[in-house]
């Protein structure tokens, strides 16, 4: 996964979310999406590394978004419930979402709450 970096920081992208308002660091982080809904995101030290954070996550908990290219709605973006984080930005989140019908090129998110995110997928090779 990569973090939110550079001019990505508070600027909506291409699927419509917007990145969060500080930069953030990763430690590592995967997700894994199959073609029935299951998401599994995993993700260690994701934390802001500015001031006044300095390497610390001030949220409580992160959620995800995984973003559909569609033929008919074109992209929809699925929020999941939040789940529990703390200070080191570690988090686990398994849980299945309704794909819309033609999901294509999704990524996947880690987010606020709210939907602002923080570090997204690295698209597969093959585009699907």
């Known amino acids: 996964m990569t973090p939110v970096t550079g001019s990505a920081v508070g600027a909506v992208n291409d699927r419509g979310l917007t990145g969060g308002g500080k930069p953030w660091v990763i430690t590592s982080g995967t997700g894994e999406l199959d ?3 299951h998401l599994h995101v995993s993700v260690t030290g994701l934390v802001i590394p500015v001031a006044p954070f300095n390497g610390t996550n001030p949220l409580t908990q992160f959620a995800a978004v995984v973003s559909c290219l569609t033929p008919k709605q074109g992209i929809v973006n699925l929020l999941t ?3 529990a984080t703390g ?3 570690d988090a686990t989140i398994d849980t299945t979402v309704a794909l819309p019908r033609g999901c294509h090129q999704p990524e996947v998110f880690v987010t606020s709450a709210g939907g602002a995110w923080f ?3 690295n698209p597969e090779e093959d585009g699907d």
């Open 35 to 37: 073609h029935n809904g």
């Open 81 to 83: 419930a939040p789940v």
């Open 87 to 89: 200070p080191a930005g």
């Open 119 to 121: 570090a997204m997928s």
